[in-house]
DNA sequence: CACCAGGCAAGCC
DNA sequence: GGCTTGCATGGT
């Protein structure tokens, strides 16, 4: 992986296993958007971007290096080999499969507070429409981010929400979801959820403290440990994941405790890249919809 | 018009 | 403890 300058933008070559198509669409993330030309724009941790990937190259666009260095590297998990991880899991052909058609998928590593309110948000919900409650919910109440003579909404941080009540977050139309994330709000904002201590914590800890908050269950917790805290063993059990795993790996309907034990033996610290391989796979693919 | 969407909490037994 | 049901909203 090199890095290089071409004006204000920053362009990375020699990149493997690495597809902002597959990354932005395999489900973990909410506020990146298709811009025509292949670019994406989204906005991450207070700072908008456009990207675009050709081939092994990428374009960060208007990006210095410190942000680079700072944000970007660790967001995208630059730093890690996904070429060995595919190459452990590809060990059965459902997971050969799946390797091979979400090849450049890498798990970014997201802002706790942000995918605690996302994962919140997709309960019982569908993407477009999490995704449209989320940038209502920034517009409203995130700060203003100009880039590329476009203005962008940050992520509104838990102060701000936890001045407010349920009729306030009406127009964002999250239904009843609303009360959850002020829940949550308030509890990052006295300290009662403490993100240091979050972190101190192994998963199977950070999940129970994760799942005092109203409206974070089970599978919202393992989202969370996944895309917010890296614990890489998490494996999100949705109906897509379900499905597939029955489809694939059972005879029939399986309970999701099943299905969660069976994936921490096979896959182990492994689960989530799985997850996330399987969740594009059979998404795309619409496996075991029928 | 049912039914479903990256589930969860509250209310039952 | 496990099981059932209501929940807001929008798309099919």
Redesign the pocket.
Known sequence: MELEYKGNNLIVTGLKDFDLKHIFD???CFRWNADGDGSYIGVARGRALRIKQSGDTLTLYDTSEKDFESVWRGYFDLDRDYGEIKKKLASDDVMRAAVLYGGGIRILNQDLWETVVSFII?????????KGIIERLCAAFGKEIEYGGEIYYSFPDFEALARLTPEDL?PI????RDK?IIDAARRFASGDIDEKYIRSLDAEGAKKEL?R?????????N?ILLFGLSHTEAF?V????KRIMEYCYFDGEESIEAISRFALERFGDLGGFA?QYL?FYARENKIGTV
Do not use: E, H, L, T
Request: proline fraction near 6%; include cysteine; hydrophobic fraction near 40%.
């Open positions: 395999c489900g973990q997709s309960a019982s919900n569908n993407i477009p429409r999490i009406a139309r999250a239904g009843f959850y799942m908050i109203n409206g974070v269950g089970n599978k919202v917790a989202c999100p949705d109906v897509w994941i997850q969740f």
